[in-house]
């Protein structure tokens, strides 16, 4: 992890070095007596965008790839355990953000699913305080992390036409849409979006990690998917050995990662769960054999290079990394 901070600190420094420069320039307008309101105006508004600027990764997959796991082992294995939920049955319901604003405190932010009934976008419910549940977070204490990181996969049962109301696809015959229970119910997440302000060394350096649900999620909300995703820097896309490239993953790399990054340009592809390949009747080179295949397999249907591709455990990581 420390090897990591420094790296991304280059990210940090260049604010740094930007805004000095654009400090220096606005003393020496007014020093030559060249200055006017319009420039100065640009100029403070560039100053704080750099004040503002962050690098976002976005870790996108379908559900039970192993996302949320993958994000434990990168940037939580420090702290003995998972902190985002990742269990079976228990994974992020709704777009989660883990980020450090500058002035933030550390606390959990949650916009409730309901906002959806209105035309509201989310970059204007942003501003709006009083439209979110915000609960105060105690990093000192690992438990308490883990139970405030836990409502992220909070969810409801609701009617199917409430469902719809709220933008939400039910089919019983469709894979990618919500299915009714018995009693015509379906579950869907309790939160539209949720905010994590929490003083990691990372997020405190200007990373944002943006921690997405499934495909069907992510459909009834296109601010995600038209401006989110496509405005990352960086898309970490999640397959699970197990299950190789389902019709349902690939949905979700045409709509959402691959489009509109040409070349593929900031993409990352995870071949999770490899560890399920392990056998003990098998010797590691035939195991070693079958990865490799499935990584070239994974990279032929989605037309990356090999080289794009990254097979690896991240449920083994964290337990190696704790």
């Not at 049955?89 to 989660?96: E, F, L, N, S």
């Not at 959990?108 to 989310?122: D, K, V």
């Not at 883990?146 to 019983?172: C, I, K, N, P, Y």
């Not at 397959?239 to 019709?247: C, E, Q, S």
Request: contains cysteine; glycine residues 6%; charged residues 25%.
């Amino acid at each position: 992890m420390s090897s990591l901070i420094h790296d991304f600190s280059f990210h940090d420094s260049w604010r740094e070095r930007s805004a000095a420069a654009v400090e220096r320039l606005r003393f020496w307008l007014v020093s030559n007596d060249v200055d006017d309101a319009r420039t100065d105006l640009r100029l403070a508004h560039l100053l704080e965008r750099l004040a503002e600027e962050r690098m976002t990764v976005a870790f996108v997959a379908e559900f039970s790839r192993g996302k949320s796991e993958l994000i434990n082992a990168i940037f939580f294995a420090d702290l003995g355990g998972r902190l985002l939920p990742s269990s079976a049955g228990r994974t992020t319901m709704c777009p989660t953000e883990l980020c450090w604003p500058h002035g933030a405190h550390p606390e959990i932010r949650l916009l409730p699913i309901q906002s959806r009934a209105t035309e509201e976008t989310l970059s204007v419910l942003r501003a709006q305080k009083e439209r979110w549940l915000i609960e105060p977070l105690d990093p000192s204490s690992s438990e308490r992390l883990v139970e405030a990181f836990a409502r992220v996969s909070e969810t409801l049962r609701v009617t199917q036409e409430e469902a719809e109301e709220l933008g939400f696809r039910v089919d019983a015959h469709d894979d990618s849409a919500l299915k009714p229970d018995a009693d015509g119910k379906v579950e869907i997440s309790r939160w539209r979006h949720a905010i994590i302000h929490f003083p990691h060394p990372l997020l405190q350096k200007g990373l944002v990690v943006l921690d997405t649900p499934g495909l069907n999620a992510m459909g009834v909300e296109p601010e995600l998917t038209l401006t989110t995703l496509p405005n990352a820097h960086a898309v970490v896309f999640v397959l699970a050995a197990d299950t190789g490239v389902t019709r349902s993953d690939l949905a979700v790399w045409k709509e959402c990662v691959s489009v509109g990054r040409g070349s593929g340009r900031g993409q990352m592809i995870v071949l999770n769960k490899i560890d399920g390949l392990w056998d003990g009747l098998r010797d590691e080179p035939s195991v070693d054999a079958e990865i490799a295949k499935q990584t070239v397999s994974v990279a032929q249907m989605l037309d990356v290079t090999a080289g794009n591709v990254y097979p690896l455990s991240a449920q083994k990581a964290l337990v190696g990394r704790v």
